[in-house]
C-alpha cells in the first residue's frame, strides 16, 4: 500500500496519529542480526511505515534490506532512491526489483556528491537533480509507486550563505518553487529534514501552502541520543540550532545518559508542538537507535511499553536466510 494512501485514511479519523522510522543498511556482520533484532521488536509497535537510506556503494545492501523490511517483517518499506552514480539502468533496476518485492513507495532523492568531491555532478545517463528521477518515475512506472521528496525547512544546504548560515530570502523562495516542481511532477509526500527550531518547521509548512503545495509534509525529528552523534549530524545537514539546546547540551556532554535524557524530552517537546498544530505523521531519524524514539513515543502516548521483546526468529528459517544473504554483501 502507499504511505500517502495510510496517510490519507488516517487523517479522517480526528485522534489517528502515524509515526515512522528510517533506518540505515548495517555496515558489519555483526550490524545484521542486531538490526534484525531491532526491526522486530520495532515492528511490534505497528508504524505506518519504515524506511531505508540508500549509499550508491551499497546499493545491493539497500534493495536486500528492502526486501526483507517489507516481506519478513510485514511493515510498509519506502526505499530511498538517489541519483548519484546511477546511470538510468541502474535506477530502473532498482526500481523494477523492488516492484517486483511488492514494495509500492519510493523516496525519490538527487542524493549528496559521492565521496571527496564538493559539487554534485551528473552521471552520464544518469539525471541532475531529484525533480528529474520523480518525472522518470512517473513516466515510466505511471501510479504504481507512491513517491516521496525531500524538503528542505532551512532550505537546501546549497543555498545557505557561507558567513551566516542562513538562506537569502530569494534562495529560500526558489527552494520552496522548486520544491513545488517536484510535487508538480508527481511526488506525494515530503519529509522533511531534521531540525530543532520547531518554528522554522511551522513557518516552512504554511510557506509551502502559501505557494499551492498541498501534500502532507511529515517533520524528520532526530531524536538525540549522544553528543558526538549529535554534532556530526548537525554539522552535515548544517541545522540551525536554538541557543537554549546548545547551552543545555554544553552542560551535560560529558554525561551520556544526560544528554539522552535530554534528547527524549527536546523531542517529546517538538513532537507536541507539531501534533499541537494538527500534524498527524512523525518520521523519526532513528540512526539505527530504538530507545530515544521509542521514548517519545512513550511520552506522546503513542505507544504502550517499550521492552517487548520475543526471541527471534520469527520464522527461523527465513531469518537465517535473509542474515546470510546480508552478510555475504558485507563480505563483498
Ligand atoms: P534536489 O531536490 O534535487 O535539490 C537539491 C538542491 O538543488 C536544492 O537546493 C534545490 O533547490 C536545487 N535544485 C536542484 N535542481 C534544481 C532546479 N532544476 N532548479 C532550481 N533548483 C534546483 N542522501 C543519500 O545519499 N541517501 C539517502 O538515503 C538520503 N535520504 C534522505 C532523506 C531525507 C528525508 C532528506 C531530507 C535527505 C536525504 N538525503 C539522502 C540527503 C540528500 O540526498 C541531500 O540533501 C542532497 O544534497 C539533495 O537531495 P534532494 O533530493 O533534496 O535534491
Redesign the pocket.
Known amino acids: 500500500m502507499k504511505v500517502i494512501e495510510k496517510i490519507k485514511a488516517a487523517s479522517k479519523e480526528e485522534q489517528e496519529v502515524l509515526f515512522s522510522f528510517e533506518y540505515f543498511p548495517p555496515r558489519t556482520q555483526d550490524g545484521v542480526d542486531k538490526m534484525l533484532e531491532q526491526l522486530d521488536r520495532m515492528s511490534l509497535h505497528s508504524p505506518a511505515y519504515w524506511d531505508i537510506?540508500?549509499?550508491d556503494s551499497a546499493a545491493k545492501l539497500s534493495l536486500e534490506m528492502a526486501n526483507v523490511m517489507q516481506n519478513l517483517f510485514s511493515i510498509e518499506t519506502m526505499m530511498?532512491l538517489?541519483c548519484?552514480k546511477m546511470p538510468v539502468e541502474e535506477i530502473d533496476h532498482a526500481l523494477d526489483t523492488i516492484k517486483s518485492q511488492g514494495l509500492h513507495n519510493v523516496?525519490?532523492?538527487?542524493?549528496?556528491p559521492p565521496l571527496g568531491q564538493d559539487k554534485?555532478v551528473k552521471t552520464e545517463g544518469g539525471f541532475?537533480?531529484?525533480?528529474d528521477l520523480v518525472t522518470h518515475i512517473r513516466n515510466k512506472y505511471g501510479d504504481y509507486f507512491g513517491i516521496t521528496?525531500?524538503?528542505?525547512p532551512e532550505?537546501?544546504?546549497?543555498?545557505l550563505r557561507i558567513d551566516d548560515g542562513l538562506p537569502t530570502s530569494e534562495g529560500y523562495q526558489?527552494?520552496l518553487a522548486?520544491l513545488k516542481r517536484?510535487v508538480d511532477a508527481g511526488a506525494d509526500l515530503i519529509?522533511?529534514?531534521l531540525f530543532f527550531d520547531t518554528n522554522i518547521f511551522l513557518n516552512f509548512v504554511n510557506d509551502c501552502r502559501q505557494i499551492g503545495i498541498t501534500c502532507p509534509i511529515v517533520p524528520?525529528i532526530l531524536p538525540i541520543n549522544d553528543y558526538k552523534g549529535f554534532l556530526k549530524m548537525t554539522n552535515l545537514c548544517k541545522t540551525k540550532i536554538p541557543t537554549e539546546i546548545t547551552t543545555a547540551l554544553e552542560s551535560i556532554k560529558d554525561n551520556e545518559e544526560a544528554v539522552r535524557a535530554y534528547g527524549i524530552h527536546i523531542g517529546t517537546e517538538m513532537c507536541k508542538k507539531i501534533l499541537a498544530h494538527g500534524i498527524k505523521t512523525l518520521h523519526f531519524y532513528t540512526v539505527n537507535k530504538e530507545i530515544p524514539a521509542l521514548s517519545i513515543l512513550m511520552n506522546l502516548g503513542l505507544i504502550s511499553e517499550i521492552n517487548i521483546s520475543r526471541p527471534l526468529p520469527i520464522n527461523e528459517e527465513d531469518v537465517k536466510k535473509m542474515s546470510s544473504e546480508l552478510k555475504k554483501m558485507l563480505r563483498r
Open positions: 537510506t540508500w549509499r530511498h538517489t548519484t523516496l525519490a532523492l538527487r542524493g549528496d554534485f541532475e537533480c531529484a525533480l521528496i525531500a524538503g528542505y532550505a537546501h544546504p546549497d543555498v526558489n527552494d522548486y517536484k519529509i522533511t529534514q524528520g
